[in-house]
C-alpha cells in the first residue's frame, strides 16, 4: 500500500487547493423587466431570453 514518504507542508496542500474555491456566478440586467439574471439564460421572471420569449405564455 502507498504511503507518503515525508507529510505534506501546509504550504504545499494550500497550493494544491488553490483552484477549488466557487466562484460567483456572472449576474447581469434583463433588458425586458430589468430584474437581476444569469448571463446566458432565458429571465426568470419575465421568460425573455435575446428579444424572444421562451418560457411564458405569449401575451
Known amino acids: 500500500m502507498a504511503v507518503?514518504?515525508?507529510k505534506t507542508s501546509k504550504s504545499r496542500r494550500d497550493m494544491r487547493r488553490s483552484h477549488d474555491a466557487l466562484i460567483?456566478?456572472?449576474m447581469s440586467v434583463c433588458p425586458q423587466c430589468d430584474e437581476?439574471?444569469?448571463s446566458h439564460r432565458a429571465?426568470?421572471?419575465c421568460g425573455f431570453y435575446k428579444d424572444r420569449n421562451v418560457l411564458g405564455s405569449e401575451d
Open 36 to 38: 437581476p439574471k444569469q
Open 43 to 45: 429571465c426568470g421572471s
Open 4 to 6: 507518503p514518504k515525508k
Open 24 to 26: 460567483a456566478p456572472g
